[in-house]
T-cell receptor
Framework: DQQVKQNSPSLSVQEGRISILNCDYT??????FLWYKKYPAEGPTFLIS?????DKNEDGRFTVFLNKSAKHLSLHIVPSQPGDSAVYFC????????????FGKGTLLTVNP | NAGVTQTPKFRVLKTGQSMTLLCAQD?????MYWYRQDPGMGLRLIHY???????AKGEVPDGYNVSRLKKQNFLLGLESAAPSQTSVYFC??????????????FGEGSWLTVV
């Protein structure tokens, strides 16, 4: 039973446009959400996070939105750059679980020049 | 600025052989984790540790053992390797739990092939 779902295996956008990556979760106990970016042959790199007490968190070109009632979060990248091309993982954690993360399967983002 | 370092980076094992993956972090983090990533899958937690001398099972612990004798090191052992353990292994560490602005930092990965 997959608790964190990224239903789009891939996404392709033009440079300068907005990239929107989506993530759904089923476990209502999740209260902390993170996005990681991963380049081939490298480890995941932390991008941005959001606590369940918020519905938006912004860091430069990256914004994460959380809709708790829909159990949905999204990552917006504006403007998209070719260097953003990578696999993006959504992850979730339950407070008190010793920070164990449950990951989605990832979405491959390709930003075309 | 080492962060989280994993050794070895690549290894080929024969079925039944044993080996140990070493993870070292220089950030004085309490929490350490071992994940595996398989094609088309997200990362899955194997074992984790919340401090020196402690270990606990994650989502997919079977076939693996771990030890945290020193705070900075977290070892992942395969006693009798099986082809199903062919994977990319990622170590990670964190200073504390979520909600305090902390996050989890990952190593670059160890590619293990069992033939």
């Amino acid at each position: 039973d997959q608790q964190v779902k990224q239903n789009s295996p891939s996404l392709s956008v033009q440079e300068g446009r907005i990239s929107i990556l989506n993530c759904d979760y089923t476990n209502s106990m999740f209260d902390y959400f993170l996005w990681y970016k991963k380049y081939p042959a490298e480890g995941p790199t932390f991008l941005i996070s959001i606590s369940s007490i918020k519905d938006k968190n912004e860091d430069g070109r990256f914004t994460v939105f959380l809709n708790k009632s829909a159990k949905h979060l999204s990552l917006h990248i504006v403007p998209s750059q070719p260097g953003d091309s990578a696999v993006y993982f959504c992850a979730a954690s339950v407070r008190g679980s010793n920070y164990k993360l449950t990951f989605g399967k990832g979405t491959l983002l390709t930003v075309n020049p | 600025n080492a962060g989280v370092t994993q050794t070895p980076k690549f290894r080929v094992l024969k079925t039944g052989q044993s080996m140990t993956l070493l993870c070292a972090q220089d950030m004085n983090h309490e929490y350490m984790y071992w994940y595996r990533q398989d094609p088309g899958m997200g990362l899955r937690l194997i074992h984790y540790s919340v401090g020196e001398g402690t270990t606990a099972k994650g989502e997919v612990p079977d076939g693996y053992n771990v030890s945290r004798l020193k705070k900075q090191n977290f070892l992942l052992g395969l006693e009798s390797a099986a082809p199903s353990q062919t994977s990319v292994y990622f170590c990670a560490s964190a200073v504390g739990g979520p909600g305090s602005g902390n996050t989890i930092y990952f190593g670059e990965g160890s590619w293990l092939t069992v033939v």
